[in-house]
C-alpha cells in the first residue's frame, strides 16, 4: 500500500512569508493528523480530523495556522504569515477510525523560517 | 508538564546484546501506549503497541513490558542489530475526544555499534 505522502519535502521562506504544506494520506484512512516536531521533541499534535470534520484543533495557533480538509481525503496546511518560531518538522499522519489504530505517518516537511 | 518522559536522550548498546529503552507516563487516563521508531529524513514508524489491559507484548525481537502501578513501559530489543540504530519514540493515548490524541516523549537515540 502507497504511504502518506506530504510536499514539498522542504522549504525556506523569509518570515512574515506565507507558506503551505501538502498531505495524501493512505488511501481509505478517515483520520488525519498534523504533527509539528521541533529539533529534539517529540510529534505534537496541531490538528485531527475525522473525514472532513476537524475534532480537535484546540492546539492549533488560529491566529497564522489554518487547515482544511475538502472531500475528507487530502489535507493542506497553511501558516500565514510565518514567525522564526514556526521552524520545525511538519508531520502529516493518517489512521483507520477506530481509537486504537496506529497512525502512519508521511517524512514530514522541514520549514525554515529565515 | 510533560505527559509522557524519557528521560535517556540516548542509548548505546553493543550488537547481540539487549536494548532497553524506557518510557514513564503521568496520565492515569491512558489506557494504550505505542512505540515508534524514527530514522532520520523519514517519518515515524509504528513499532509495537500495548493495551492497559496486557503487562507485556511480543513481536519478534521487539517486547514491550507495562507497568501501571509504576506509570512505567519499557521497549526490550533482543538481539541489538546495527539496523536499529534509530530514534524511539514513546507514545500514549486515552480514550475518546482529546483524550484520544496520541502524547508523544522526547525520544531516545538508539546506537548498537556492530
Known amino acids: 500500500e502507497a504511504g502518506v505522502v506530504q510536499s514539498p519535502r522542504y522549504k525556506i521562506i523569509e518570515k512574515k512569508q506565507p507558506v503551505a504544506f501538502w498531505c495524501n494520506p493512505i488511501?481509505?484512512?478517515?483520520?488525519l493528523y498534523w504533527y509539528r516536531q521541533n529539533l529534539g521533541q517529540g510529534p505534537e499534535l496541531l490538528i485531527r480530523?475525522?473525514?472532513?470534520?476537524?475534532?480537535?484543533d484546540s492546539q492549533l495557533p488560529k491566529d497564522r495556522f489554518s487547515a482544511e480538509r475538502l472531500k475528507g481525503v487530502d489535507s493542506t496546511l497553511k501558516i500565514q504569515p510565518a514567525e522564526l518560531g514556526d521552524s520545525a518538522v511538519y508531520l502529516c499522519?493518517?489512521?483507520?477510525?477506530?481509537?486504537?489504530?496506529?497512525?502512519?505517518f508521511g517524512n514530514g516537511t522541514r520549514l525554515t523560517v529565515t | 508538564d510533560q505527559q509522557v518522559k524519557q528521560n535517556s536522550p540516548s542509548l548505546s548498546v553493543q550488537e547481540g546484546r539487549i536494548s532497553i529503552l524506557n518510557c514513564d507516563y503521568t496520565?492515569?487516563?491512558?489506557?494504550?501506549f505505542l512505540w515508534y521508531k524514527k530514522y532520520p529524513a523519514e517519518g515515524p514508524t509504528f513499532l509495537i503497541s500495548?493495551?492497559?489491559?496486557?503487562d507485556k507484548n511480543e513481536d519478534g525481537r521487539f517486547t514491550v513490558f507495562l507497568n501501571k502501578s509504576a506509570k512505567h513501559l519499557s521497549l526490550h530489543i533482543v538481539p541489538s542489530q546495527p539496523g536499529d540504530s534509530a530514534v524511539y519514540f514513546c507514545?500514549?493515548?486515552?480514550?475518546?475526544?482529546?483524550?484520544?490524541?496520541?502524547?508523544f516523549g522526547k525520544g531516545t537515540k538508539l546506537s548498537v555499534k556492530p
Open positions: 499522519a493518517s489512521s483507520l477510525s477506530g481509537d486504537n489504530s496506529p497512525l502512519h
Open positions: 488511501s481509505g484512512h478517515n483520520t
Open positions: 480530523y475525522e473525514n472532513e470534520e476537524a475534532v480537535d
Open positions: 496520565n492515569s487516563m491512558f489506557d494504550y
Open positions: 500495548i493495551s492497559s489491559i496486557k
Open positions: 507514545a500514549a493515548k486515552g480514550y475518546g475526544g482529546s483524550q484520544g490524541n496520541l502524547i
